[in-house]
């Protein structure tokens, strides 16, 4: 027998368990159930709500089982009348001070203190005394307070200390007078903050968007995942009736353990908004016309069949990486179908060159899980915090354990641990910092490069920060490099990642990709791509990236989930193509005033909830999930759309009677999902880019990144959202003699636009952070490049 | 920024205290921290020399809240500059604290927890044992205890403040 193995025996059950393991986790274990408020598996152990107090033999007292060490041969008693006893007298004690105002509290059906007090809480109170009030705070627009109910377990205080990395709630004064809090007035701003409402044991903090609109005995749990970000966290939707209630983690261990973002949390605010189409329109001689599916499948077949019939090239696709991997496969099954290949699903990136040798799909490079064991971490382009938040948990996980992470960014983002070392350069210049620090691990490791590699870094300078990336990555063991969203929609991403490529070669540390959206693998793999078809094959006639496909102004456009004039890369651009366009087709769940100026045909989808698919994350796991609601009104899941339009177009091979046919099919031309970021890495670019002047850097707030999220009412009210201000360090304002109080005009290829002026001195010099997806700098166009600022005089 | 807000001196003293803990470990010294620089600042805190103190310590400001709303012994919110507290536990409660109190306030006009309008005295709400059982009736001033109290004591004492 293992010697770290001991045997216990509980409620006269011999139990084997290992030594150093608290008794609460062995009896969890085993399924026999101790009460408990303050414990929770994902938290240390505070062991100050008495509630697990057991009967241990030998012991004088009952001993708290959350805190107490399992010892060989130690015989529990948890039903006793010592036991029992104790935890009536905690209740006793806890009840003292709560308003026992369960019909109007959220919590009522599943709070842990009235299951408990079910059980041990006695039928009369002795207490006649006054109960203590805590006057609510505003915390924010997530998370609603009624701190009178609190009973100090002090789950939200450790989350916000050992989780999110952030300390914001805390326990202000003491004995009676102690309360739960912020202390100022202020909002938490935590990007994991929800989930305190699912610690809290009782009704203190609740969901404010949820509040008093459902008793949770009303709704029904189903499954899916969250349509967001690529880590595709698994989320329980609370439905009412055929309306989703709101969100809770569902656990899954391997990808977002028992959390989940507050974007995954409160999306859903969206499928229920003003916006929602809910019936297709076509529009006639400029005016909007509601109609019935197949009217608008008549109109899309007469004026897309007539463009198709003359160069059926004039056609373009933009698709959103947030589509089901069903649905991606169907658009350009589609789109080829009618005999072009341009589509494309990557949406905010500007460099394709060298796509063709890509590797299949853009791979973490390691699963979620193995973020744990990392011990250096170079990220380049990336706020991971707010990308991939679950990512940047586990990121976190690993610093406490020692690891060493660095960045490279063009915005001094802020972290929730503490950074080894950091560049914050412009973006330019990022090329030039990679550079640098291939050449110190060149240095290091004294191996060959590519001649190619090594003409472009003759020369440049090594700094003591490039040696020490290059040092850590090089001495370290299990260490990657991980380009991120700032990488992938930088203007030289390729050699970014070359230089990357090389890095990681010469330190041995792994590759990754942080990609973008829920199904950006899936995208990838279905061949959503204008070179790539299903599984990766090569497409023998590339069709035109998201970027031409603007740029080229089609004739025709199909948009399946995309708001060009937010979502692309040049917003201007896009905007441009789309009311240039003869034929502008959009599946949306939603439509927008900006949508109807330039669409000509609206077709109603499905949101997540309302669909069945499968999503691939970023480390190539596929989950798959069915509708928990039906969709609204005339809506159809996007891949029933497709099917219909394909049909009515006289495309073969759409026959699909449900999606997981359609499924089945993509899987299998897919086969096997291989994770491989690896490429031979040589460059034909032989010079480091060189831009004098100011730059424009884009990034694309977590709350902004899709159609969904754009319209959450709760999510806009958080601080991770555009402000449609520029923003720009002191210096550089005082250069321009701007504050915040003044109008800046801010020009970019021959726009001009006014805009508010935001001091930031995360920025770095000579460079403008605008954030994407704001209504008033669509004008503007290209995410990154050069651009002016001036003082406006009115 | 925390240089700025806090004293050279504050700083000095709360270099002092840090040297005696583990470098990782610097939160150690709030107390002292808090403490000196209450003292400065007219026997109070401000949100402000908090926030100072955290980001010196290299803390949460949420945890130099709890910690200077925990303790007694600092005060949140603007008072008097002289601070009394008259000790009301057992021992002294035995030898007629009780009457201390009521003196105090009728001199005063104010009750326990307020200052006076002048800002002259802070009549602290003493919620502890001061150890002094033994000098029992006894109170604390600025600090200074003082002990086997009369009524007449008491006013003597009190007037020979400024
Ligand atoms: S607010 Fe809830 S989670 Fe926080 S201490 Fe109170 S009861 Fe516990
Ligand atoms: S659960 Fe053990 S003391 Fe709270
Ligand atoms: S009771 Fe007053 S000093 Fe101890």
Known sequence: MDDKKINITVDGREISADKGQMLIEVTDKNDIYIPRFCYHKKLTVAANCRMCLVDVEKAPKPLPACSTPVMDGMVVRTQSKLAIDAQKSVMEFLLINHPLDCPICDQG?????????????????????????????????????????CIHCTRCVRFGEEIAGLRELGATGRGENMEIGTYIEKSVTSELSGNVIDLCPVGALTSKPFRYSARTWELVQ????????????NIHLHVKGDTVKRVVPAENEAINETWISDRDRFSYEAINCDDRLHYPMVKVDGVWQQVEWQEALDFIQKEL????????????????????????????????????NNIDCRLKQIDFSEQVST????????????????????????????????????????????????????????????????????????????????????????????????????????????????????????????????STTHPQFTLLRTLAGVISKLTRSKLGYLSESVNTSGGWL??????????????SKIGLNSSEIIAKK????????????????????????????????????????????????LLPIATYAENSGAYINNEGVTQRFSNAVPPQCEALPAWKALKNTANCLGVDGFNYESSDVIYDEVINIIDEIKRDNYQDWSTNVTSLPKVRGLQRITETPMNMI????????????????????????????????????????????????QMTVEIDDRVPDNCVLIQSSHPSQIELGGAFGSIKIKRSKA | MAETILSKKTCKEIDLWLKKYPKDQKQSAVLAALREVQHENKGYLTT?????????????????YEVASFYSMFETKPVGRNSVSVCTNISCMLMGSDEIVKHVENKLGIKTGESTKDGKFFLKCEEECLAACCGGPMMMINHKYYENLTLNKVDEILDNLD
């Open chain 1, 109 to 149: 059906g599943e709070c842990e203190l009235q299951d408990l007090a079910m059980g041990y809480g006695s039928d009369v109170s002795r207490y006649q005394e006054r109960k203590r009030v805590v006057v609510d705070k505003n915390i924010g627009p997530l998370i609603q307070t009624d701190l009178t109910r």
């Open chain 1, 222 to 233: 189903r499954n899916t995942v969250a349509p967001h970000d690529s880590v595709g966290s």
């Open chain 1, 526 to 539: 279905a061949g959503a791509l204008p070179h790539r078809l299903a599984g990766g094959a090569d497409c």
């Open chain 1, 706 to 753: 899709d159609p969904l999220t754009r319209r959450a009412t709760s999510l806009q009210n958080t601080r991770d959202v555009s402000d449609g201000s520029i923003h720009i360090n002191t210096s550089l304002a005082n250069k321009n003699k701007l504050s915040e109080v003044d109008m800046a005009l801010v020009y970019q290829a021959e726009k001009e636009v």
């Open chain 1, 554 to 601: 089609l004739k025709a456009y199909l948009l399946v989930s995309v708001e060009p004039e937010l979502d692309c890369w040049d917003t201007n651009a896009a905007h441009q193509a789309m009311k240039n366009a003869d034929l502008v087709i959009m599946f949306s769940a939603f439509q927008s005033k900006s949508v109807k100026d330039y669409a000509n045909v």
């Open chain 2, 48 to 64: 402000e020399l908090m926030d100072a103190v955290a980001d010196y310590l290299g803390m949460s400001k949420i945890a130099v």
């Open chain 1, 305 to 340: 069949g007539a463009i198709i019939d003359d160069d059926p090239s004039q056609l373009g696709a933009l698709v959103s990486p947030s589509l089901t991997l069903e649905e991606l496969y169907l658009s350009q099954k589609l789109l080829r179908g009618l005999g072009s």
């Open chain 1, 359 to 486: 590797p299949l799909f853009p791979w973490l490079g390691q699963s979620i899980v193995d973020f744990e064991e990392n011990q250096a971490v170079f990220l380049i382009g990336s706020n991971v915090r707010k990308d991939q938040p679950i990512i940047n948990h586990r990121l976190r996980k690993a610093v406490v354990n020692g690891a060493s992470v660095m960045v490279l960014n063009p915005v001094d983002y802020d972290f929730n641990f503490s950074l080894h070392c950091k560049s914050i350069v412009a973006p330019n210049d990022m090329v030039s910092e990679l550079a640098s620090v291939l050449r110190a691990a060149v240095k290091l490791s004294n191996k060959n490069i590519d001649s190619s590699i090594k003409k472009l870094i003759t020369g440049v300078s090594i700094g003591e920060t490039h040696k020490e990336i290059a040092q850590q990555l090089f001495n370290s063991e299990n260490t990657i490099i991980l380009l991120g969203n700032l």
